[in-house]
């Protein structure tokens, strides 16, 4: 779009060509654009969907003698997956956070049903 010249948007000819790594706007979007908001958008919808995902977890689950929650995948996908179709994902991220203690790196449905997670 910069060297477009039916280009109008004034934002692309203030900013400089290329970013380098140390640059902290590297990777990121130009501020106030609709990409940014996008993202921003997108952030939101996963963390209530990790808050969500906790409260399941809360609900479904069994309190164990540490007092942590604890629920199985199996029990967990059958309970979350009318919700939404992406709670690997979800649980993922959740653990990301610290919110959430599971063992590997991922789950599988059947194979991985037995695997319990800790809400933390």
């Not at 003698?65 to 029990?75: C, L």
């Not at 599988?108 to 800790?118: A, E, H, N, R």
């Amino acid at each position: 779009q910069r060297k477009n010249p039916f280009s109008s948007d004034d934002r692309l000819a203030s900013k400089p060509a290329h970013t380098h790594r140390g640059d902290p706007t590297y990777g990121r979007p130009p501020e106030g654009s609709r990409t940014e908001q996008r993202g921003r958008d997108a952030h939101s919808h996963v963390g209530k969907e990790v808050e969500e995902l906790c409260l399941i977890i809360r609900r479904t689950g069994e309190v164990g003698e540490d007092g942590h929650v604890r629920v199985t995948f199996g029990q967990l996908f059958e309970t979350y997956v009318t919700i939404s179709n992406k709670v690997v994902g979800i649980l993922l991220r959740a653990r990301k956070h610290g919110l959430v203690h599971f063992e590997g790196e991922m789950l599988w449905q059947g194979k991985d049903d037995d695997v319990v997670i800790t809400l933390l």
